[in-house]
């Protein structure tokens, strides 16, 4: 499976889910401040 930020492999040891996909843990930010996500957070300030 490819992660959706960066289109690259995620393997299973790095691998984070989140909205019904796999990630690397890097990969999971806010589109807008780019803050670091974890599965099932969300950004404040109406950032996504």
Do not use: I
Request: proline share 6%.
């Amino acid at each position: 499976m490819k992660c959706p930020a960066c289109n690259k492999e995620v393997y299973f040891a790095e691998r984070v889910s989140s909205l019904g996909q796999d990630w690397h843990r890097p990969c999971l930010k806010c589109e807008r401040c780019k803050k670091t996500l974890t599965p099932g957070s969300h950004c404040e300030n109406g950032c996504k």
